[in-house]
Nanobody, 127 residues
């Protein structure tokens, strides 16, 4: 069983930066969770794909609205994935979730493709 724990959320002003972390524990090896991703969900909206990283080669994928502002990275030694968020805007306000699983490329952006989820961390951006 894999456990994911997010941290790093908070309340910031527009234009500020935040870094979220997601610690994965319980996996026998990262081969059991070859892909980790970030999703976000604002009140009343569906859960939205933010970005993902392949554990073996560090390839990253992003939704268009965060390209150039958000960066995903992973630290294999610490079993931790990061989401560096720069130039935040009020539209980025949401609960951010870490997810892990083994989706194929065509399913990478679908929440149903991920088996494991964290509890979420709130990010609030004021104007």
């Amino acid at each position: 069983q894999v456990e994911l724990v997010e941290s790093g959320g908070g309340t910031v002003q527009a234009g500020d930066s935040l870094r979220l972390s997601c610690l994965a524990s319980g996996a026998a090896s990262t081969s059991s969770i070859p892909t980790m991703a970030w999703f976000r969900q604002a009140p009343g909206e569906d859960r939205q794909f933010v970005g993902a990283v392949r554990w073996n080669n560090a390839h990253t994928y992003y939704t268009d609205s965060v390209k150039g502002r958000f960066t995903i990275s992973r630290d294999s030694a610490r079993n931790t994935m990061y989401l560096q968020m720069n130039n935040l805007s009020p539209e980025d306000t949401a609960t951010y979730y870490c997810a892990a699983g083994s989706p194929i490329l065509s399913s990478l952006r679908g929440a149903s493709s991920y088996r494991y989820w964290g509890q979420g961390t709130q990010v609030t951006v004021s104007s």
